[in-house]
């Protein structure tokens, strides 16, 4: 697909994500690592008007100087930005004032796609659409959120069907062999800078299953008492539960002595056969231990991958994230992408069902703090 | 006017505050405080619903029953309530819900108002418009502080004229005699409760200002450095100024060396020769403090009150709010109205500009905590 | 008593009450609201180097001239402080150093006290032994609260038998005709700034219990749900018995089915006839609503006082902490001692069976926020 | 060394650090990090006593059964345990009531150490023998933060001096090669759970300095202001920073427009040419990048470390702390010593001045929480 098309394409399913929204839930922020679904249509426009319009088009003119202020995210270098807490406490600019200024942007945008471009503006596009992409699961997630933890739990869209994966019935370990192993992008295609650094990592011989773990295997864990002894958790962990009074994934509710969650088309029953998401990393390490068995670190992941099906939750890896051999920061406020994340938090691989259509790749690294569950994060154990 | 009408008018005049904004300024909640304006239009609402329609009406029909959960406020005898700090995340039900549930009720309520009424009924809905009329300025004010705190500094409404009155020229102080004064409510008409008790109270000889301080006397305090000075401060006025790092009143902003505010028509210069507002007990406190003054109790202020003008803002009192004598709560979740919250706040006398016609009187007490500023608060001197 | 040896005999009575500690019960802190004993030593004997030997006795050398920065307490006039939080984090200046700036401030005071003094000396010297005397008290208060909240429950001295007073066994209520009372101190003696200022109130006929509350009957209350039942509390007071999960006074320990309090003796069983105490405002105003009851004000404790028996727990009354009609402020430091804790707080009434002998008056004012259990507070109700 | 004669010394030493103290230094706890030294002396004669005589020694009689209590640490497994934060809040038992339970422990211990030993029996001695170094570095840490956060400044021991380690003049950069190295503990000796797994690691080449980085180079950092540019911090560095307001190492103060920094002899100008402590991880970080350099990763440092100088500060490198492959927790309580730990911490290598006398080793693991600063924490560059 050539890139305007490209650009065209993923802007209008940005919207298409929105379709279902009431304006009130364009607004909410309920906690803070959720975003309104407003502020990411902004900050994804925004993304495009600062780094290829108002450097690369002359005599362009910024749809509000004041946006800057109200959109800018974590990039420290382009001036003040809105805490990330106060994002839900501003009505102004309205839905409609952030139609339109996606609308001028990209009129914009599509003004200069349709010439050549220099590469280095079009890699920047590049990274913008995948940055855009990246936001595209955010919004599944944190409408999830805004509608899920309402009291009167309305559905997003009651006809929704997640892309779905049979997994295998057998829950089979694939033996990967001891040796030397090649880790981080090769090719061509576009990637984020903390997947390039391609080097050498040694892995001992070890054993991966070929599917996720399932709603009834966790359940055998909540019925096992594992969120009550401290002896399957990181003593950090173990404080967050206790302190958080966590006794089972994100919007599952215990109601008349059956398990529910809620999902996409409001609170239905546990599937027992489909995967389990929505844990935090605490939760899947919890899992494992219990288990007797741990989780795979992400070059483990990365090699055993092409041996089974993926992409239906990110898999908490117990891999940190930090840096491959070589990694550089990219000047500018483009170098705040990546790089000052790489600290605690722990590695996700693979893809969720609601990533954006070709986002993922097997050598993608996504990344969260420990705690956090409002992503489709799954579990993949090994041994 | 007839119940009929004013219930009709009272309910009309809500709405109309509510026309000049925007689906999204109905949402948000930048601070406990401060409620959504759509939860002020469900709460009031529910009020008629719960205490009128369900237990007088036979056979009514509750719009939607999980909305005592949304709506109930602080009544902990009908059911659970959704949290204060909550009411901001909340995007469901929409505004387009509310405005229909106005119209459910309402309707039954009109029918009802169409008929002969059991006193005990006919009580219960003055009560309940005199607690709207109570709303109506907190969507005022509430409003002010979403819009106000955007940085994009969004007005009300540009044409907007606040019912002014005119200050006299001079700042008199009027004496009142020692002596046996009667305090509290007398009369036929409606009052709160917290007014009921009327009683003897004793008074030393007082002096009170004719005219509330205005913005040009309080920026001398401000220049004297009023706010960094302890010795006019109570310790926890104190605490309070240091922790917050409060400089000036509320919505004062300083650019380009001179002092604006936010007001329903945007930002603005500070009209100097205006009353100053939106400060705290703990600034009126100290205000007063630095002019070798006081504030008045509320019994001199209910005493003096007929010698001059009053209901531009709410003034603060050095009196607490406590009970006065034989004061009784009613049974029920109504009893929980005023006597609940009679400890470590102060007692506001007045009015404000944006008070509903006819709301107040001289007995009213209104009260809030000493740190507050959202009101339309000021100050008004005694010795 | 003359004052020289007034002095001695104050000084002497504060190390005897510190004689049962181990050096390590001088220093800790385990809540904001308790000093280290150690801190009472050196703040006390602080007052008279700074207020008298400094400024009125020429060529004084202070024992350490840093002491200013560890001992000053609330008096934001003279330099730095160590904030409060801070004082249970000090090992240093260690216990005997502080015995011995004792030592060094009493040599120096008793030489000033043995000859002729100026009155404006002579009434700081008063002003002091008062301080040190509410020091003692908390120096009680504040041993009782490190030692009972020590999961080794040690005894601060097993023989310790307070100052009983023998309660009537009959519950009377008293009755006080309406009228015009006067209220404040009166007299030659000492007073304290907040007790000046003798005015008149009206009070309306009232009833006072001729006895405090006991522990048999606080019981009742407690079996009784009260803590349970949202409707006896303030909306501030629920929140606090919630948030902090209050089920009983402090020091009462519900173990084996029965009920325990910690006192200076170790832990024993309830003694069901005595005083409950212990109590803050919020549970004292509670316990009065469930009976249908209510608390004294401050004046109606004044003028009914002369009646009853009191002096073994301080009491709650409904009153705010207020100045009296024409109260102002000393000049410099002195002038915190009182007026800037004159908001959010109650005035307790009486005296308890640690308060110092010969400390305590008709007319003494105490006071409190309304959350504090670790004085020796009782209820007293009216009617 | 017989097992015996360690012991003994191993006690003694401990005792020896304490020397110095006043009884008050004993018992106070100014952060959570920091343990009372009292807390110290229970807690390592608590496991001696919990691990090893209860057991494995019949007819053993527990000091005080409560000790259990309040000298448990991170161990669940055993009973309740005082909260850290609790711990300085506790006065008693008292010191000297604690090297009586030392005294007590001792002549048990000693008695067995006396006879032949089961082979399990002895490791776990040994361990306990290990755990008591590791406390001894935290004794002299506490010690150092108690003593330098008091305004008095006092000196642990006026002629205290470091065992030294002369760095090199030049700052020199050993290459290492490519290649598959291997890593982790191999021998007959004591190593703790965590360095077990000996595992192959493959390094691309890699430069590593030859000296740790000096108070001179790390004032540059600071003139350069290393501290308020964002762009070298990671984001949650940066807000630690600011939130923070850090602007130097621990104990650095600036006086009279020079640097000083609190030592075991009192407040003392820096010395240049000294390595710099008391540094964050993200300090540490944040200073490689402003080199332009980078923190070697652990397996770099364990392989290069036989190539330079090292043991004055504990190092920070880029790893986190995680399981070697194969890491298996052992069963029960000792198995909580490491395991529970390995998330969101950054590994630090070699050893400090302070550390204990041949306590750490080539594949000795340290970790802490990446904003910690009270260890003696330096800076080795790699790049």
Redesign the interface.
Known sequence: MDIYTRYKSLRQRTEDICRPL?????????IVDVSPP?WHLGHTTWFFETFILTPHVQGYQPFNP?YN??FNS?Y??IGNR?IRT?R????????DDIYRYRQHVDEAMLKILSAPLEPEVSDLIVLGIHHEEQHQELLYTDIKY??G????F?AYDVTYQPPTLKSTSTNDFIRIKEG?YEIGFKGDGFCFDNELGR????L?EFEISNRLVSNAEYLEFINDDGYSD??H??????DWVRNEKITAPLYWHFIDNSWYHYTFRGLEPIDLEASVRHVS??EA?AYAAWKGLRLPTEFEWEVAAPNFTWGENWEWT???Y??Y??FKKAPGAIGEYNG?????QKVLRGASAITSPGHSRLTYRNFFQ?NLRWQFTGIRLAK
Do not use: C
């Open positions: 009431a304006i009130e839930d364009y607004v909410v922020q309920p407003k004041d202020y109200v974590y420290e270098t809105v106060d839900g406490n501003l009505s102004r600019p309205t839905v805004i509608l933890h309402n009291p009167l309305p030397l080097h050498k990592v040694y001992n401290f002896r958790w990181h003593a950090e962990g173990w990393y605490f390490y117990e891999s940190a930090l840096p051999p070589g000052k994340f790489m600290v605690n420990t």
